[in-house]
């Protein structure tokens, strides 16, 4: 499984866009890009998943260089509420992700 | 999008009981689900794999006579932690796969965790 590595914290306001970078030096042909947010005491939910260019839903955009070394999620206009934990996670779609192996995540603070 | 539910949400036990965790799929029939187990501010740790019908997948470390896990029907998996010790005290969340689901169906969804605090 593709290692990932991320800042272990960013700080933000509201209302500026946030973009969380993650590294995958080592992702394989075959894996899949996906990002979950974690808030205190609760389990993790899915934003946004990709394989390459760019990504977006009614969350967040997701993007990817060519070599797919790494990839950034990016959140416009933060608010209060988006205050939480970001995990990076790749993994191989024809395997169904069977196994997700999260790294530490980013811990992102928005400030009024 | 697919609820997976936990039940208790939180649990206080004393030291050398057992407690059951239930994770059940509402809405999705999952053939696998997963179990993790989170510390405060630690990331979350795969404790072990749930296959309907056979027996659990363990992690490396993973004691699989005190974390018993049971995937009895298509919808509900039990984590059952014998002789509860302090140590065992954290917060347990179980993921289930829609092999029906969008994105290719293999997303996880993530129930909303139990607390477990063994004293």
Not at chain 1, 5 to 25: A, F, L, R
Not at chain 1, 30 to 49: A, E, L, V
Not at chain 1, 63 to 69: G, L, N, S
Not at chain 2, 7 to 30: M, N, Y
Request: hydrophobic share 30%; proline share 5%; aromatic share 10%.
């Amino acid at each position: 499984l593709a290692k990932t590595t991320q800042p272990i914290s960013m700080d933000s306001y509201e209302g500026q866009e946030v973009n969380i970078t993650c590294s995958h030096n080592n992702i394989a042909t075959n894996d899949y890009i996906t990002w979950y947010q974690q808030f205190p005491s609760q389990g993790p939910r899915f934003i946004i998943q990709g394989y390459k260019t760019k990504v977006t839903n009614e969350v967040a955009s997701l993007f990817i260089p060519a070599d797919r070394k790494s990839s950034t999620l990016s959140l416009p206009r933060v608010s209060l509420s988006d205050t939480a934990v970001y995990y990076c996670l790749v993994g191989d779609m024809n395997t169904g992700f069977q196994k997700l192996v999260f790294g530490t995540g980013t811990r992102l603070l928005v400030s009024p | 999008g697919a609820v997976v539910s936990q039940h208790p949400s939180w649990v206080i036990c004393k030291s050398g009981t057992s407690v059951k965790i239930e994770c059940r799929s509402l809405d999705f029939q999952a053939t696998t689900m997963f179990w993790y187990r989170q510390f405060p501010k630690q990331s979350l740790m795969l404790m072990a794999t749930s296959n309907e019908g056979s027996k659990a997948t363990y992690e490396q470390g993973v004691e699989k006579d005190k974390f018993l896990i049971n995937h009895a029907s298509l919808t509900l998996s039990t984590l059952t932690v014998t002789s509860a010790h302090p140590e065992d005290s954290s917060f347990y969340i179980c993921s289930a796969r829609d092999p029906n689901a969008g994105r290719g169906g293999y997303e996880q969804y993530f129930g909303p965790g139990t607390r477990l605090t063994v004293t």
